[in-house]
T-cell receptor, first 113, second 112 residues
Framework: DQQVKQNSPSLSVQEGRISILNCDYT??????FLWYKKYPAEGPTFLIS?????DKNEDGRFTVFLNKSAKHLSLHIVPSQPGDSAVYFC????????????FGSGTRLQVQP | NAGVTQTPKFQVLKTGQSMTLQCAQD?????MSWYRQDPGMGLRLIHY???????DQGEVPNGYNVSRSTTEDFPLRLLSAAPSQTSVYFC???????????FGSGTRLTVV
């Protein structure tokens, strides 16, 4: 049973518009959430994270929102650029030591020029 | 600064063969872990370590062995390869889980 779910396998947006990637989780013990970006033939690259004590975290064009009551988080990319085209993974940790991560299945984002 | 280095990048094994996937990091990270990525399933945790001499099982540990004799190295051993172990394997490291994990570029393993 997947504890972290990314229900949209793919998303296509126009350059300059907003990309919104969604993630749902079932384990109420998760208290730390991360987004990773992955290009083909490369390892995932850390993008942004958020602790459960916050509901928003920003880093440049990337913002992560956390809705604990809905067990939902989202990644907003504004404005979207063609170089953002990649697979995005949501991950979570239920461990105060953050020793291991549980990943979603990923969403492939394509930004059209 | 090399980060996380995985070798080999590609490997083909016959069923029943054994091999070791190598992982090394030069960032003095305490935490290291192994994941496998399969289509439509994201990354699943195989084994992880929080320091030299300490390892623990993840979500899918069967058929794999690990040890951590130094901070830098965390090899993953396949004891008797099976076609179900065909996957892309990623090693990752982190400074105590803070600032996320740094991943290697992966090993693509095919078992025939």
């Amino acid at each position: 049973d997947q504890q972290v779910k990314q229900n949209s396998p793919s998303l296509s947006v126009q350059e300059g518009r907003i990309s919104i990637l969604n993630c749902d989780y079932t384990n109420s013990m998760f208290d730390y959430f991360l987004w990773y970006k992955k290009y083909p033939a490369e390892g995932p690259t850390f993008l942004i994270s958020i602790s459960s004590i916050k509901d928003k975290n920003e880093d440049g064009r990337f913002t992560v929102f956390l809705n604990k009551s809905a067990k939902h988080l989202s990644l907003h990319i504004v404005p979207s650029q063609p170089g953002d085209s990649a697979v995005y993974f949501c991950a979570a940790s239920a461990d105060t030591g953050r020793r291991a991560l549980t990943f979603g299945s990923g969403t492939r984002l394509q930004v059209q020029p | 600064n090399a980060g996380v280095t995985q070798t080999p990048k590609f490997q083909v094994l016959k069923t029943g063969q054994s091999m070791t996937l190598q992982c090394a990091q030069d960032m003095n990270h305490e935490y290291m872990s192994w994941y496998r990525q399969d289509p439509g399933m994201g990354l699943r945790l195989i084994h992880y370590s929080v320091g030299a001499g300490i390892t623990d099982q993840g979500e899918v540990p069967n058929g794999y062995n690990v040890s951590r004799s130094t901070t830098e190295d965390f090899p993953l051993r396949l004891l008797s390869a099976a076609p179900s172990q065909t996957s892309v394997y990623f090693c990752a490291s982190s400074y105590r889980g803070i600032y996320g994990y740094t991943f290697g570029s992966g090993t693509r393993l095919t078992v025939v």
